[in-house]
């Protein structure tokens, strides 16, 4: 189960980033920027479909957020004991897609709250999602930065190894 010597990882990896970067608490970038530019109808489909977006979000941490955290963190320990204690590739590379990704999550919700307590007014709202997408980018960035070295070490370490 090689991972990193793959192509459609490094592939998903890419697309899994973009989108990431793209929808913003699950509203496309490309609307944020519409509802800047233009306003009128745009800024009216933004507030409503971050207050939908917000609201949900908001509600699944309010009800079983403790449950999710608990099952995030078993999980992630267990992809990190199995990669990095137990030398499984596969489980290093779900662990460097799940790890970032909880980050991710924890700013979702986050930013959430905070567009919550700001009101849904659409120039807040594009501010506040803009500051969310750029930080989702830099966290990608390193993610990103990080598993392509651990990559070439595990490339180059199983090539010296010959196995």
Known sequence: MRSFSNLWFWIALAVFWS??????????????????????????????????????????GRVSGLWILGFTCFML???AMLGFVYEVEFAQAV??????MSIIGLLSLSTARLIESEGFEAKQISKRLTRHRIYTQLIGTVAIFCTALWGM??????????G
């Open 95 to 100: 662990f460097c897609f799940a790890f970032p």
């Open 77 to 79: 320990s267990g992809l």
């Open 153 to 162: 070490y595990q490339n180059l370490s199983i090539g010296m190894l010959g």
């Open 19 to 60: 989108s990431a970067s793209h929808w913003v608490i699950g509203v496309p970038f490309d609307m944020i920027a519409r509802a800047k530019r233009v306003g009128g109808q745009s800024a009216i489909d933004l507030e409503d479909l971050t207050r939908v977006n917000v609201n949900r979000l908001l509600y699944i």
